[in-house]
């Protein structure tokens, strides 16, 4: 059940609920992929601040620099970065 409360600041009319709606960021075609499909981390940025260490992806998704993620239903992500070192090059 989602209930309303009413009320009026200085002549505006404002309608809480206790349900929370969250309005999707995606508005471009093809859509990208959802918050909980497993390829998340495609989708497109809407917001980057590598001097923070996180981006905001247009699925609702915090994606920090150490491959955390946090997200838009508050679940967190841990850390997935690759653990071996077979992919590391090293310069010579």
């Not at 009413?6 to 918050?35: V, Y």
């Amino acid at each position: 059940m989602n209930t309303a409360a009413h009320r009026s600041i200085r002549g505006t009319q404002i309608t809480t609920t206790d349900q929370r709606k969250n309005p999707s960021m995606c508005q471009h075609q093809p859509a990208c992929p959802t918050a909980d499909s497993a390829d998340r981390e495609a989708a497109l940025l809407v917001a980057f601040h590598p001097e923070q260490g996180w981006s905001l992806l247009c699925n609702g998704v915090l994606l920090f620099e150490d491959t955390g993620e946090l997200l838009p239903d508050g679940q967190i992500i841990a850390p997935h970065r690759p653990l071996g070192t077979g992919s590391v090059v090293r310069a010579a």
